[in-house]
């Protein structure tokens, strides 16, 4: 019988009631999905634009967003801890933006036949320079290509950890070996099985996907950041007019102004990259120092593994020696401290594009009529590193935008599937407490609600009373007792304390107890058993209640954490709650949107549980009124 009568429904106060409530009832609504969408939302986003908390992620409809986004996958490498490392871009395009989400939208252009030429041209540069003077950038789908070539070359895991000296549980842990030239301490592990197979993939990538390493921004940072501060003090210093740090170019050989001399001879010795530097004759000053350091030949061949007859033979190497040993740490001491300055020379990619287009071109009036350029010379002309990233991206966008809304959910669902067996113990522990709640509680309560036990009102209370501690009380003596039992790191472990449950109980017996006696007399008259009364008269009626307990038991088990994580310390016996936990300390400060994915992937079973559901859990809460 309804509360309110149709006829009192028509009533002013009537209809202010039901709009209050339905008020009500929407304000509910959105406060309980807000937190969930902005979740949802911030699963897509990145370092760039994790901090925004918008429903809605601006790169969804903002292309200047999106392609903030892309520099930022292509410059950094997330799985290295730096996705907000702009420094590589700004060496590349000779800016200063403080962050990704700072650079402007002042794009260059891309159209026309000149930029297209200019732009063909340098791609054949990339595609035919050297390895070791560029660095590839970063992309979703190339990784993916380099785990897929080693899988294909070594099957499974165990060969993997075998030929590269690993320690991985599946592929979709493997990264790319640190490839950082502009780096002055690195050196690649050039006999190293993984780092021959990391060059034979690396070579084999587009031009779209090579960074080259240029020098001179890290030149004009040194000189900022280390010596300066500030243009008006170098110009003071060194005589000249420059408008900001980004006019100074990094000379290839010592220059002619003796301050700006000194400030590169520093530079050189003491944070360019050796593999950047080669040396011009001087083999008597090379001679020399070798001399005062090994005093004689003889030493020096004990050193060397060698047979020099006398010190003069030992020549210069003019790049600095590829393997190990005493010959190139020589060599670098060599440079540090006693080359003449003079003889020392430095390159990067830059000088490699001059020597490109020199053998291109002939002359640079030739180049310019085709770039529509103004160059002097073939060493003024700049690589097109922003109109090469801005052409990808626009032919690109697409792609782009759907992988940046899918790769972190891509990610954590690599993770939980690769990682141990954390979604196959979920299920079956799932599985198996559905199975034990719905026979031991529904036995519990119809025995105490078909028969009138003297006792059963201390029994409820007992099992209600349970209710009145917080799970954590015990924790440490079902510890104990399940370590005496010998069962910590297994299934029941998790199973048996959760089997029984005095509010499930309670729910039953209640329900149970609202159910026709009338049916049970009938059946008892036609000679039905208690067991085929429970099956076939007491299952059938209480399907609602079931759902709803099965519905609380899938969420507690499915939801639990601390239990599971105490009680299994084994990662061959992780749940999913534990295993996302080890996901979201393992993403670091820097992985929070990797954490809103894993949250949003562990809430969906549940939400669509109640989805699909949700009439029957309806039936559960009105059909115990109704009887």
């Known amino acids: 019988m309804p509360i309110i009568a149709m006829v009192g429904r028509k009533s002013k106060k009537s209809r202010l009631l039901f709009t209050l409530l339905y008020l009500f009832c929407v304000l509910g609504a959105v406060i309980f999905t807000y937190p969930f969408l902005l979740m949802l939302s911030s699963s897509t986003t990145n370092s760039v634009d994790y901090d925004e908390f918008r429903l809605i992620p601006r790169f969804y409809l903002d ?56 732009l063909a041209d340098y791609e054949e540069f ?138 590169w001879t520093t530079y050189v010795r003491s944070k360019i990259p050796y593999r950047y530097i080669k040396f011009s004759g001087n083999s008597p000053a090379y001679t020399s120092y070798l001399k005062n350091k090994y005093g004689n030949v003889e030493r020096l061949n004990r050193y060397y593994k060698t047979a020099y007859s006398r010190l003069g033979e030992v020549k210069l190497p003019e790049y600095e020696p590829a393997e190990d040993g005493q010959p190139k740490l020589d060599w670098r001491n060599y440079c540090d401290t006693d080359a003449p300055v003079g003889s020392i020379h430095i390159f990067d990619a830059s000088q490699k594009y001059a020597e490109f287009l020199s053998s291109l071109y002939g002359r640079p009036e030739n180049m310019n009529r085709a770039y529509g350029t103004s160059c002097k010379s073939f060493s003024d002309a700049p690589m097109p590193v922003r109109e090469e990233d801005r052409s990808y991206f626009l032919s690109h ?86 370590k005496q039992l010998g069962f910590l790191n297994t299934f029941w472990a998790l199973i048996l304390p959760g089997m029984a449950s005095g509010y499930n109980i309670f729910i039953l017996k209640g329900f149970f107890d609202s159910l026709p006696k009338d049916l049970y007399e009938s059946a008892d008259l036609d000679g039905a058993s208690e067991a085929q009364m429970f099956w076939h008269i007491t299952l059938p009626l209480s399907k609602p209640v079931f759902a709803v307990i099965a519905l609380w038991t899938f969420v507690g088990t499915y939801g639990g954490f601390m239990w599971a994580f105490i009680i299994c310390q084994d990662p061959k016996m992780w749940t999913i709650m534990v295993s996302l936990y080890q996901f979201q300390q393992s993403s670091g400060a820097n992985g929070q949107h990797l954490v809103m994915a894993a949250l949003t992937f562990a809430a969906l079973p549940v939400l669509l549980v109640f989805i699909f559901a949700q009439r029957i859990i309806m039936q559960g809460i009105i059909l115990p009124v109704e009887k």
């Open 63 to 118: 292309d200047d967003a999106l392609y903030r986004k892309y520099l930022n996958l292509k410059y950094t490498d997330r799985y290295r801890g730096g996705e907000k490392n702009i420094l590589p871009l700004n060496s590349l395009y000779k800016t200063d933006f403080p962050s990704y989400k700072e650079i402007t939208a002042e794009y260059p252009g891309v159209s026309g036949k000149q930029v297209r030429e200019r």
């Open 126 to 263: 990339l595609a035919k320079l050297p390895s070791e003077y560029w660095t590839r950038g970063f992309n979703y789908e190339v990784l993916k290509d380099y785990r897929k070539q080693t899988k294909v070359k070594f099957f499974d895991i165990e060969h993997l950890n075998n030929g590269y000296a690993e320690t991985l549980s599946s592929f979709e842990f493997l990264l790319f070996p640190v490839d950082e030239p502009l780096v002055r301490s690195w050196k690649p592990s050039r006999e190293s099985a993984k780092w021959k197979d990391y060059l034979d993939f690396k070579n084999k990538l587009p031009a779209s996907h090579r960074i080259p390493a240029l020098l001179e921004k890290r030149y004009t940072e040194y000189l900022k950041l280390s010596l300066y501060l500030e243009i008006s003090k170098l110009n003071s210093e060194w005589g000249t007019e420059y408008k900001n740090f980004d006019g100074i170019k990094l000379a290839e050989t010592l220059p002619k102004n003796p301050k700006e001399a000194a400030c």
């Open 397 to 482: 966008k697409k792609g782009l935008r759907f992988g940046f809304i899918i790769n972190n959910y891509s990610d954590v669902l690599s993770y939980m599937l690769l990682n141990g067996r954390a979604s196959v113990n979920t299920v079956i522990l799932v599985l198996a407490m559905l199975l034990t709640s719905l026979t031991v509680n529904p036995l519990c309560a119809y025995a105490l609600s078909r028969y009138s036990l003297p006792y059963a009102y201390r029994i409820l209370l007992f099992l209600l009373a349970t209710m009145a501690f917080p799970a954590e009380v015990g924790m440490i003596p079902g510890f104990l007792l399940l």
